[in-house]
């Protein structure tokens, strides 16, 4: 099992920019999809973005294509999410996960991290 550390998250203005990193140990995660999702006070954890495993690949949800970029760096075990034109929307609890086995489109995914906070405010 791999394990996943966020960082990065804070209090952003509206229009504003942050970089989110998710570090992982344990495994690499070189073979595997790794993908952020996020979940809102009161709503239901969503998907933002997947990666493949060399990065050529990306998805992204509708909400957030054209102002987040996922990225990976395997020989740093680590990836990264982008935002910018940050929206009150985006405000929620921002997380990493992990799936060795799916495809890019996945939403089955075997590690997560513990989360970190965005907060966007108008």
């Known amino acids: 099992q791999v394990q996943l550390v966020e960082s990065g998250g804070g209090l952003v203005q509206a229009g504003g920019s942050l970089r989110l990193s998710c570090a992982a140990s344990?495994?690499?995660?070189?073979?595997?999809?790794m993908g952020w999702l996020r979940q809102a006070p009161g709503k239901e954890r969503e998907f933002v973005a997947n990666?493949?495993?060399?990065?050529?690949?990306?998805y992204y949800s509708d909400s957030v294509k054209g102002r987040f970029t996922i990225s990976r760096d395997n020989a740093k075990n680590t990836v990264y999410l982008q935002m910018n034109n940050l929206k009150p929307e985006d405000t929620a609890v921002y997380y990493c996960a992990a799936d060795p086995r799916g495809t890019i489109y996945t939403r089955n995914y075997a590690s997560w991290g513990q989360g970190t906070q965005v907060t966007v405010s108008s």
């Open positions: 344990g495994r690499t995660i070189s073979n595997r999809i």
């Open positions: 990666i493949g495993w060399s990065g050529g690949s990306t």
